[in-house]
């Protein structure tokens, strides 16, 4: 934990956010997989669409995740770093209880009801059989999904992002060989695109275990430390921004959905889920940079080195200005090709083309947004966080979602996004500039410079 002190920042967050980086790529990159493998099979544009409707629901089975998973990783990361290990230890330990006690029986009741929620995510008839069959399967795997996550979020919160990247690669390096095989050798179709994923999930979960039991790691599980009733309510009090943030997008992409139907039926539908799996995966960058800032933030702020607190979040803030800059990049040149690799019909190639290129307007400057509920996770201010997320999915993108593309059709989903993404980062950027470790205080700087050398105690 000495080096989440040093000064050196830019070698710190590159240290600690490119593990987490290259395995949020690839976790997305199987994800595409998926939807590429499905598109070229013969259940084609139908088995897409099948895809796109369970997303957002595998999207709150992966909050379930974030709720449990960030909120222990933020409480640990500043236990550590107010010197408080024996704390940090039952927090992990009451982690480990609470995906059994909160995340089984959360899939047991997707299980029950899939037939009504996949119909109120917008199966219709003729999607409907794809969706159920693929989403039926990957429910087997669900609750270790939901401890993969936590498992993750837990060895990235002790500083241990390249052992939390080796458990994200294994899974998402399997999934993409057995897509071939079950996909397209087997020509299992949907199902074998389910098959490939409780797989992978099921060897980055075992994975992940060892190394959360090995005495090798900062905190590692150990039951004779007992639990700690105390840290439930901090957190699920940060955990729940996350996890609110997973269950808008499902609430999003449930309006979204109908809207989409009304418009073009299931070939919109798979179009739009291929436009939703390229801006996500060029946002994974960005979402490696939070994880990787979340524990040198949230150590710094635990022991008040404030302006490594600020150095470090504006380093992040311009990295990811960089790669999202790029990704949008590529997008305006070669954004037909991109598409033509998940088969788009030439009827639906225009219209994905413009939604790309709309849709994906504000991403440059997201980071903000991003980054920004990330710092006020990391400080322990779930409020701030949730707020942030409320704003974009809740108070601003679902009314416009409900209410434009009645007037302007596809251009109306477009315009949504652009309102949403622009006055999210505005409100971002209020809310960030009211926190003081992020402004520049002589007294701050003097008493740290009194107190530190390279980032060390004098």
């Given amino acids: 934990t000495n080096q989440l002190s040093s000064s050196r920042v830019g070698r710190l967050l590159l240290l600690y956010s490119l593990p987490s980086i290259v395995s949020m790529v690839m976790n997305s990159l199987y994800s595409a997989a998926d939807a590429a493998f499905v598109a070229r099979s013969a259940?084609?544009?139908l088995g897409v669409a099948g895809l796109t409707v369970v997303f957002p629901l595998q999207m709150i089975l992966m909050g379930v995740g974030h709720l449990i998973g960030i909120g222990t990783a933020s409480v640990v990361s500043r236990r550590i770093g107010e010197g408080k290990n024996k704390e940090a230890g039952k927090a992990v330990n009451t982690a480990i209880l609470m995906v059994l006690v909160v995340g089984v029986p959360f899939v047991l009741l997707l299980y029950l009801l899939r037939s009504p929620f996949l119909r109120l995510f917008g199966a219709e008839a003729s999607v409907f059989p794809y969706a159920e069959e693929y989403f039926r399967l990957i429910l087997f795997s669900a609750p270790l999904f939901i401890a993969n996550i936590t498992i993750n979020n837990l060895l990235r919160g002790?500083?241990?992002?390249?052992?939390?990247?080796?458990?994200?690669?294994t899974s998402s390096g399997l999934n993409i060989p057995l897509d071939y095989l079950f996909v397209n050798l087997l020509q299992m179709g949907i199902r074998g695109a389910a098959w490939g994923t409780n797989l992978a999930i099921l060897a980055g979960t075992i994975l992940g275990g060892i190394f959360l039991f090995s005495p090798r790691i900062v905190i590692p599980v150990s039951f004779h430390r007992g639990?700690?009733?105390?840290?439930?309510?901090?957190i699920l009090s940060i955990g729940f921004a996350p996890f609110l943030l997973q269950l808008f997008h499902g609430i999003f992409f449930l309006v979204l959905y109908r809207s989409v139907n009304n418009l073009g039926g299931p070939e919109l539908l798979a179009l739009l889920g291929v436009v939703n799996r390229i801006y996500s995966f060029l946002l994974m960058p960005v979402i490696g940079l939070m994880y990787g800032m979340q524990p040198i933030v949230g150590y710094n702020l635990g022991a008040g080195r404030y302006p490594l607190v600020r150095k470090t979040f504006f380093t992040a803030l311009a990295a990811a200005f960089l790669l999202t800059a790029a990704g949008y990049g590529v997008i305006l040149l070669k954004g037909?090709?991109?598409l033509s690799l998940f088969a788009v019909t030439p009827r639906w190639a225009a219209a994905g083309?413009?939604?790309?290129?709309?849709?994906?307007?504000?991403?440059?400057?997201?980071?903000?947004?991003i980054l920004g509920s990330a710092y006020f996770q990391a400080a322990g201010k779930g409020k701030e966080a949730a707020f942030l997320t409320l704003w974009r999915q809740f108070l601003i993108l679902i009314p416009l979602l409900l209410i434009l593309p009645g007037f302007w059709g596809l251009d109306g989903i477009c315009v949504a996004f652009i309102l949403a993404d622009g006055s999210s980062i505005l409100l971002a950027v209020y809310l960030l500039f009211r926190e003081k470790p992020l402004r520049r205080l002589k007294t701050q700087d003097s008493a740290h410079s009194v107190l530190t050398t390279e980032g060390t105690p004098a």
């Fill in 43 to 45: 259940d084609a544009a």
């Fill in 158 to 169: 002790q500083g241990h992002a390249f052992k939390s990247m080796v458990c994200m690669v």
């Fill in 227 to 234: 639990m700690d009733r105390k840290a439930i309510k901090p």
């Fill in 336 to 338: 037909s090709v991109v």
């Fill in 353 to 369: 083309l413009r939604l790309l290129n709309l849709v994906m307007a504000c991403l440059p400057v997201i980071g903000i947004q």
